[in-house]
């Protein structure tokens, strides 16, 4: 045990996460796992979005200037802001880079880079320095991405709204409906942005994902078989940690007052009800989901970001009144500890939006999923979960407040429901098979710290 925990001793690892809190959490995570095995960790972080240092006293964080202006950082266009990303820091990231990389006094083993931070690939390559990836989204979603030119050559991408329910035969069973689509001031930037980093993947020394086999096996097969770099599905991340051990990953102050709240309620009662750090609906979608929770008559803990809604400070569109008349049945936050939520027990349902960490968090936990994908791989994952674990229900048609009423009851109280719940449990199951020693991702990782330590500068 205690030579397992001196393994990367003498050794500095360099993580660079892509400033969004759904990329930020799984690379601590990953930083915290390569911690237990003895490395040295470095976080390379943009001044945009700085995590936190004070939660991880055991790390080195230093800042690459962005150059973003005030606009530029709050923009909403994800896509827009990763390319000006890796545009900016490329020049600072080699600048430091040459200058301290030789005169650590740990020899750097190798940089582990954010999938969509391609420009670090040509980066590493001019300064000799291996290069793995961290991809924070699913497997079964990097297929899809790294199938765009194809999906374009067949005609499937530009998605046509004519063709949404036709099978994508290469990529069953996804529908065109499920292909990943992203609104951004250039509609083509998202398509060059996916076939440059899956590219820069390709070139990598190998693709670390935050998954398990047993989840995602025929994605990570196929992505074997088209890629000639090792392939290490480790996760999930945040369950290698003991509990309680994982320090805040959070861009916001979670609200922990829910905590008892959720005391006070009926043991698998609650629909958790969150969307995640970017995700946004108008004004009128948020009231058909406040009228369908509360015609759903079950108790919620609703997570309504400042930002969430359009137009809108915080929940002002809410009518007066509204909770009030619930007696308690509702609870609103700005931000929950979401892990935490997952694993109490009157939690019965998640409605997400399904980000790959949600996802996996809800399937860590047993809990099933009401899904309302929004945008990019999200819909991938959504229909994953719905129809291939079968752990959760897809919100179909209009998002309107009968077809929230009947979603929640179909999960909650019938036997599609009981189903489901129990496919849910049997997948948490699977987890904690795949983290004990022996299990897949328990190997992987073993492997992972083993090439790590033979990878040549
Ligand atoms: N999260 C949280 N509190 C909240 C909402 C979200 O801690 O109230 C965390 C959640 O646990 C997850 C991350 O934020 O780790 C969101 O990542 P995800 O990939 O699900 O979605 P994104 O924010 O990237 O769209």
Redesign the pocket.
């Known amino acids: 045990m205690e030579e397992e925990k001196q393994r990367g001793k003498g050794h500095r690892l360099l993580l660079m996460p892509s400033p969004?809190?759904?990329h930020i959490?799984p690379f601590l995570h990953l930083g915290d796992i390569l911690f237990s095995k003895g490395f040295s960790i470095t976080i390379l972080h943009t001044i945009f979005n700085s995590p936190n240092p004070s939660s991880y006293p055991h790390f080195t964080f230093h800042a690459i200037p962005d150059g973003l202006s005030e606009t530029e950082a709050s923009t909403l266009d994800a896509v827009l802001l990763t390319d000006l990303i890796n545009i900016r820091c490329k020049h600072p990231l080699k600048e430091w880079l040459a200058s301290s990389v030789l005169s650590h006094q740990e020899p750097v083993s190798c940089f582990i880079s954010d999938a969509a931070l391609h420009f670090t690939q040509p980066v590493c390559d001019e300064l000799k320095l291996p290069r793995l990836v961290l991809r924070t989204g699913g497997a079964s979603s990097f297929l899809v991405f790294a199938s765009f030119p194809l999906l374009r050559e067949k005609g499937y991408l530009p998605v046509q709204e004519s063709r949404l329910d036709e099978p994508v035969v290469d990529l069953p069973p996804l529908k065109v409906k499920d292909l990943p689509k992203f609104q951004s001031q250039d509609p083509e930037a998202f398509y060059k942005l996916v076939c440059r980093f899956v590219e820069e993947c390709k070139a990598s020394s190998g693709v670390i994902w935050n998954t398990f086999e047993e989840l995602e096996s025929s994605a990570l097969t196929k992505l074997r078989q088209d890629f000639s770099i090792p392939i290490y599905p480790i996760g999930p991340f945040h369950k290698h940690l003991l509990t309680g051990s994982a320090s805040s990953t959070?861009l916001l102050t979670?609200d922990k007052s829910c905590m008892s709240w959720l005391d006070q309620q009926d043991r698998n009662s609650v629909v958790y009800v969150?969307f995640?750090?970017?995700?946004a609906i108008s004004e009128a979608e948020f009231l058909e989901i406040a009228w369908g929770l509360a015609n759903s008559k079950q108790p919620f803990l609703w997570?309504i970001r400042p930002g969430l809604i359009h137009g809108s400070e915080w929940f002002e569109p809410l009518p007066s009144g509204f909770l009030e008349n619930l007696g308690g049945r509702g609870y609103i936050v700005k931000?929950?500890?979401?892990?935490q939520v997952l694993s109490h027990p009157a939690v019965g349902a998640f409605w997400t939006?399904n980000?790959?960490?949600?996802t996996l968090?809800s399937i860590c936990e047993g809990v099933p999923m009401i899904c309302m994908p929004c945008f990019a791989d999200q819909k991938v994952n959504a229909k994953y979960a719905s129809s291939v674990w079968r752990v959760g229900v897809q919100l179909q048609n209009k998002l309107d407040r009968g077809e929230v009423e009947k979603t929640i009851k179909t999960l909650m109280v019938g036997d599609e429901g009981n189903e489901i719940r129990e496919n849910a449990l049997n997948l948490k199951e699977k987890v904690n098979v795949s983290l004990k020693q022996g299990g897949s991702s328990y190997c992987f990782l073993d492997r992972l710290v083993s090439d790590i330590l033979s990878l040549k500068s």
């Open positions: 969004l809190q759904g959490t959070s979670p969150s995640g750090s970017i995700a997570v931000w929950a500890p979401q892990e939006h980000g790959w960490n949600s968090e």
